[in-house]
């Protein structure tokens, strides 16, 4: 891998990781224009980077965290489940753009389903509807599933104010950082020694991620949303296109 396509990897990361139209996604698509395999391993890696952003940006909201730790827990169930029962076959989508128009299009559904919602007093955390957020997050193990999309989408969908949306999907991301790490630690070790590219990648997606979520934290506030939603639904529809027009030819 070279010092361009590592930065451009790490900057994809950073990015894409907390704006919700999927790093996963984007770095499946964006490593096949590198003519690079995919890899669920050097994903993970670059979840490091972004999950000391995540650290540091809610350092501050540390409070709420701890407020809502059983909530926390009880969300993060299904994508551990997910991740232990169903890892070889989420490994195998990471190899193949072919589904990912399928992944692009299903973030744009929930995003832009966030426009249409009436803004009525908002509802508070509780088991339920912290489950269902769970279920959310564990769809979006797969490539092209936005993360931040699905939980905030669906966090909006069920009531909870865009400030209790926005710091419950990445109080969430940590576990969620942490226990990929944890299931993906045989692919990491298939980066040691580590190629000195992949610190540029590190440091990169670091950067770009506080940034990232400082923009999004300031679009789910003024509810704009549903405006990345038409991003990746053109997105999804670019990649149908590359699919299925060579065949009808």
Known sequence: MTWFQSLTLGLIQGLTEFLPISSSGHLNLC???FRLQPSLGFDVFLHLATLFSVLIFFYS???FFFKNLLFIIVASFPAALAGLF???FIEATFAST????LFFLSTSLFLIGTKFLRRSKSTALNLKNSLLIGISQALALFPGVSRSGLTISTALLL???PTNAFNFSFSLFIPAALGSLFLSYPELKNFYPP???YFLALFTAFFAGLLSLKFLQKSLTRHRL???GIYTLALSLILAAHVFLPNLI
């Open 31 to 33: 490593s096949s224009l």
């Open 61 to 63: 909201k540390r409070s």
């Open 86 to 88: 169903f890892k070889p």
């Open 98 to 101: 072919q589904y990912l128009a």
């Open 159 to 161: 009531g909870l104010s």
């Open 195 to 197: 190629d000195p590219n």
């Open 226 to 228: 549903w405006y990345f």
